[in-house]
């Protein structure tokens, strides 16, 4: 008797074990760095790429959106999406010393406010807030619409003459931020 019991937790662990080692070995918003390098200047995000699946990504609460309007966002899925500058830059006009931090949004019909945060290494981070007494800054970024609709959530660079463009895309949502070295 006391086998079969040994055997059935065995059983019941390993099934436990393979569940969750499957979705760290295999998530479902596949983990993402993406980069930038110009002037001397290294930028280097990494996130995760949640998918839209057909969802409403961006609304009100009440139309069931994933991510509602005026709620805290990490800017991707799973972990905390982190940001490094090699540089001191300028975040769309504000300062910002080299260094890592941590990026997250809170959407808008509009705009998005996006903040960088000095709490590193975050994980499990849709459960919890970032503290925000360790925000470094805080931008509006206004809200346009995307050309094409993005299934994937994509945080890109695009360069031009004085600095360079992060825009973040996701379904038809689009905005961007632009940065520059101080």
Excluded: C
């Amino acid at each position: 008797m006391k086998r079969k019991i040994f055997i059935g937790l065995g059983a019941l662990l390993l099934a436990v074990v393979a569940y969750f080692g499957y979705g760290v070995l295999f998530p479902k918003s596949p983990h993402k760095e993406t980069s930038f390098s110009a002037d001397g200047l290294d930028i280097t995000v990494t996130y995760s790429q949640p998918y839209k699946k057909g969802r409403l990504i961006f609304g009100e609460a009440k139309d069931g959106a994933l991510q509602p309007f005026g709620k805290y966002w990490r800017l991707g899925a799973n972990a905390a999406t982190e940001i490094t500058f090699s540089k001191d830059i300028d975040f769309m006009g504000k300062p910002v010393d080299a260094g890592t931090y941590r990026m997250y949004a809170v959407p808008g019909a509009n705009s998005f406010m996006i903040f960088l945060n000095s709490e590193l290494g975050v994980t499990l981070s849709a459960a919890s807030e970032p503290d925000h007494s360790l925000d470094v800054i805080s931008i509006e970024a206004p809200v346009e619409t995307s050309p094409t609709e993005s299934e994937m959530f994509t945080i890109s660079f695009e360069s031009y003459p004085d600095g360079v463009m992060m825009n973040f895309v996701w379904g038809k949502t689009l905005f961007g931020v632009p940065i520059t070295i101080q």
